[in-house]
């Protein structure tokens, strides 16, 4: 693998006079955070830092009336109801909630989570003869089936209803179901359009104990839930979002849901000092590792159970299935990257070998490091399922439907996809992308940069910083961490860690202030590192050996140019 691509640093414009004494009363530092978040007044900050769970009517949805009434009824006529989800932890935890919600409400339910290398990704034929057998009468999808025209027809045709909870984007047609929720609808009036999955598991089930209340029942205390598959999906970490996962963090460091408490314990993290990016770095890839390399069925027990002895045997086993992840990622990884050609606009790479569940994580990592759409697939007998990651110049999922007459299936959002097609297709998918890619991107243009929040002398970074960060959380998707840059950084001291040693600790100083510091993915630096550097980083706790240090975990780093 060659060097990273060098990135772009863009510093954001300083905070003009009249907007910081707008936002008088909060810190130099933190009035030019809010000002790079689009945030100009004391009402609108403190809209943001100190929000509650103030939700929007979830009635105003298009077809919730419709979809509750449908539920209520078939729990009236104890028709047995299958909850359809995902096995992303969105889907999973979006599972879990309502399922939950409806056995509180009496229904007669079957919770059902797709096996990804059997199934695939979404409604499935399989999957509906399955629950048919099981006389399920009613399909409620979460998470899914927006794109699934033909599945869900066939459900229709066996005589089953079906509602439709799905929060990613329409394709020409719609399914002719009974009812769908989705924000992407035309006509439909819910103001928040970036909910999650889960998001909308949620608002269902918080209709439903509008219609029907239970006394004691609060829809809030499945917030854990749908925090956990907010941040877990990247969806916009601003509006209905932000504040879900603000109120939902608070629950989950409650402890009361055993299984989650037991997987944080699992993982390392005090449960006091949970934040959301605990959530994407810690939790999320162990619930996921479930569906990745076992069952996401396994996921599903850990969320829903209330048996303490059990939820430890499934947390350690999704600890270790975790490991076996990273392991196996890495070496895939290694295989794509020799199979890509880094002069295309688009990479592809395709083996039988390929685990069906880590593709998507493989491109991921391709993306981030030559900065490139990348396809990765994993082919069988007579189709290939293929995940996608691009950029932020580059709509994945409008291309491919632009290639959709090739396709069995495919969905997605701008940054993410994926889909099924037959092999003898699929060298026309490679070019047809090609061609479109080239066409719409230029390859001196698309370089990769990183937005940043201050340019700041190391030694005047406040000591109290990490409490005015705190008050931004949760951080995540169009709320990003806090980004700084310093410039002729004396270094001190430096190593390379980690396994294979590609990660690098270092002392740096400015003046008579000195940080530790962390650089992952940089231990090329190692055999060149300047006395003086360039660093741009954020700033977080390091808990060790039950102390907490400051440290700046560092992203990039420049040699220093003196002469600029």
Known sequence: MHLPI?????????????????????????????????????????????????????????????????????????????????????????????????????????????????????????????????NVKLIVTVDCGIRSINELDYAKNLGMSVIVTDHHTTGDQIPEVDAIICQHLENDLYPDKNLSGVGLAFKLSQALLIKNPIEGVDINDWLDLAALGTVADVVPLIGENRKIVKAGIKKIRLGKRIGLRSLVNCSGIHLGNLVAADISFAIAPRLNAAGRLASPKLALELLMTSDSDRAGVISQELDDLNRQRQKLTQELQKKADEMIDPNEMILFAQNEDFEAGLVGLVASKLTEFYYRPTVIGHVEENTTRASCRSIPEFHITQALDQCGDLLMQHGGHAMAAGFTITNENLPELINRLQKIARDSLDPEEIKPSIQVDLDIPLKKIPKEILKELDRLEPIGAENPGVVFISRNVQVVRYRTVGRDKSHLKLSLKDGSVIYDAIAFNQGHWEKGMPNAIDVLYSIERNFFNGNIFTQLNIRDIKATNLLN
Do not use: C
Not at 14 to 22: D, F, G, H, L, V
Not at 48 to 62: G, Q, S, V
Not at 82 to 93: E, K, L, Q, R
């Open 6 to 134: 060098e990135k772009v640093w863009i510093v954001a414009q300083p905070i003009p006079n009249e907007k910081k004494k707008a936002l008088n009363g909060y810190s130099e530092v933190l009035q030019q955070i809010l000002y790079n978040r689009g945030i100009n007044s004391i009402e609108s900050a403190k809209s943001f830092l100190d929000n509650e769970t103030d939700f929007h009517d979830p009635f105003l949805f298009l077809n919730m009336e419709l979809a509750v009434n449908k539920i209520l009824d078939a729990i009236k006529g104890n028709e047995k109801i299958a909850v359809f989800g995902d096995y992303d932890v969105d889907g999973i935890s979006a599972t879990a909630l309502l399922s939950q919600v409806l056995l509180i409400l009496g229904a007669d339910i079957e919770p059902y989570i797709p096996e990804r290398s059997k199934e695939g990704y979404g409604v499935n034929t399989y999957a509906i003869e399955t629950l048919h057998q099981k």
